[in-house]
């Protein structure tokens, strides 16, 4: 049975806890979230990211062959940075054994007691490189990357790069888990089949057995200032593979740490659907009626400080084509009036997706952790069927003239000859 309310509960520590029972589930999820994107962790590309994959490789209470055996004996446990969150989770079956053993092996020995070696930094640094390099030599990945830098302004690569990452001491990584992954910027999600009590307590016995809640309270987190795109910006051009032509186009939005982009978020989602979901939306027409790609996709990348949507186009036909097509459909959605249907449609896909997403408990538990933490608020997951279906026509519209009309970034693959 599925709850009715989520009441975020703020511990002692000052860490923000998220507990969704559903005595349905086949497994139990534990998910922990540590903000870190502000600007002054940008400072130092690629360090966040070399943190990411040593925690999980060593603690102070366990050698890192007994953390692997903890692990296997309960499920999975992973970290990943995505350039804004430190993102932990565990997966275990569900029993309240199994919901001790994964607590205390990814709140405990991973989050709050990990043990930085040498060795682990070595690990992660030869992990890290090899995953910059083949994410290099993604076109997709590359024009996205491309879009964010050209449009919040910043050319550091927050994943690092051969030259930054090769500079980052064990000392530096240190410094950097102690000053930011701190109880206050943290918010840990527990979803699955456990009593609500029991995870609580032992949430916070293995958070407590450490110090995290004697640690310190960081520096005052301090959002990028994102300035509007200017007019007339030039195109930034990306090294394409033979015989594909890419293309991307990205608009601002308002970041979710203010009012107006929260009260607007499920009128956004829909304009998204609307435009690049499903294989009805506007954007799929430029792959059907004027084989212009084979491939054509939207991307929402929120963020506290600004939301990026993107929309990239990979085909074979001249980019500068590409670029007009696609503003023009773009301008038409600002233009002309978006019809009920669309709207109906976008909403019914929407819904689908986001159930088909909640029968797992990882999917659901991350996405408890960004919304809690990015400012959006858990309830908006649980309360996500009503809030899309209360969308309006002119929420939608309205919208769209608030992000289409902005001057866009542009980031493509040269005309070839």
Known sequence: MRQDTIEPIRLPSGTTLVIVPDSSAPATAIVASVRIGGVEQRRQA???ALLARMLGGDSQGRTPELLQRDVEGFGVLGTQYDGNQLTLWSVCPPTEAALVQSAQALLLNTLAQPRFTEGALEQARTDQLRAVTLWGED???????GLQARALGTELAVQGDSESLRRVSNADVQAFYGRYCTPERTTIAVVGNFEADVARRWVETS???GDW????????ELLPT???VPPGLRDRFVPSLRGVSALAVGYLFPGLSQPTARADWAALLVLDAVLGLGKACRLFRLRDD????????SQLLPARDATLWGAYLLGNQDPALMKQALLKTLAEAVQKPILEIEIARAKALLLAQRNQQRQLVLTRARTLVWAESSGLGAAFELEFTRRIEAVKRSEVERVARTLLTGNPVIVRTRTEG
């Open 139 to 145: 076109l997709v990945p590359r024009l996205l990357r």
């Open 46 to 48: 690629g360090i966040a």
């Open 226 to 228: 994102t300035e509007p």
């Open 213 to 220: 809640s004697q640690r310190s309270i960081s520096t005052k």
């Open 207 to 209: 958070l407590n057995i």
């Open 290 to 297: 004027q084989a212009l790609a084979y491939e054509v996709r």
